[in-house]
């Protein structure tokens, strides 16, 4: 029977100013790297989009001149093909014919909402009741009598910024 050891990982940490100022530095360079990577990286993704957009949009529109015809013909054959139905097996695929529930569009969200309150409609009009957090925040101190509130305060966040020589030119 195998057994397991449990071990804590090592966890690297800097012995002297000297390591943390060498440290820092080499942050900066494995950033530097990074960025020069997702550059390159990024170069490539755009040359080879630019090189296949051409017989992608040709694909795409063939693809959609042939959808277009079957569509035109299921739609001349449709009772043929379904009967009463709404969806006909054509050996080499699928046809379909589905009726999308009924949706609700807005537009003019603010100018809706005026109209819905002068007119009475305000059954048409959700309400939300959220907790100020805001309003807590400016008054903590009687906030934190509350049941289930915490006021988190003196978090501190390290944070570290390797120097870097921004070197573009403006635009």
Known sequence: MATKLKTKAQVYASQTRADVQTDIKIMGDLLREHARLSADLNDAIAELTQAAGPRLETLHELSTSLQQGVQTWCE????????????????????????????????????????????????????????????????????????????????????????????????
């Open 76 to 171: 001349a054959h449709r009772e043929e093909l379904c009967g009463k139905g709404k969806s006909a097996n054509l050996i080499t695929g699928e046809v379909q014919w589905r009726q999308r529930p009924p949706s609700v569009r807005v537009t003019g969200q603010d100018a809706v909402l005026a109209w819905l309150k002068v007119q009475g409609l305000t059954k048409f009009i959700r309400t939300q009741e959220v907790i100020n957090k805001e309003a807590m925040l400016n008054e903590a101190d009687q906030a934190r009598g509350i049941p289930g509130i915490n006021i988190v305060t003196g978090v501190e966040d390290f944070i570290i910024t390797p120097f870097e020589v921004d070197t573009q030119e403006a635009a």
